[in-house]
């Protein structure tokens, strides 16, 4: 039975930091890109991050860049997503998802083949 299991959201003040986890079982952990995506209230779903199956090429939106770190440690089959400088635009429900592309590198534009539930992120004071 394939699971994607997100942990780690919660409630943060805005410049607050956060690391998600996502675990995973029931597939080939390590020949999978995995990706990162989220959710705000009222908005359409947008991809955050994504980390190819060695971990050898990572994406980040633009709204990613210099405050997020995403990394996959294989022998656990868990990828992180490391939330510095958090900002209460980043609320939102996020997402792990797993794509088996051929290849060593990841696209959030494909069509991912199995989801988390999600875990909730919120940034206020």
């Known amino acids: 039975q394939v699971q994607l299991v997100e942990s780690g959201g919660g409630l943060v003040q805005p410049g607050g930091s956060l690391r998600l986890s996502c675990a995973a079982s029931g597939f080939t952990f390590n020949r999978y890109a995995i990706g990162w995506f989220r959710q705000a209230p009222g908005k359409e779903r947008e991809g955050v991050s994504c980390i190819s199956a060695s971990a050898i090429n990572t994406y980040y939106a633009d709204s990613a860049k210099g405050r997020f770190t995403i990394s996959r440690d294989n022998a656990k089959n868990t990828v992180y997503l490391h939330m510095n400088s958090l900002k209460p635009e980043d609320t939102a429900v996020y997402y792990c998802?797993?794509?088996?592309?051929?290849?060593?590198?990841?696209?959030?534009?494909?069509?991912?083949?199995?989801w988390g539930q999600g875990t909730q992120v919120t940034v206020a004071s």
């Open positions: 998802a797993a794509d088996s592309l051929l290849g060593d590198w990841c696209d959030m534009t494909r069509s991912y083949n199995y």
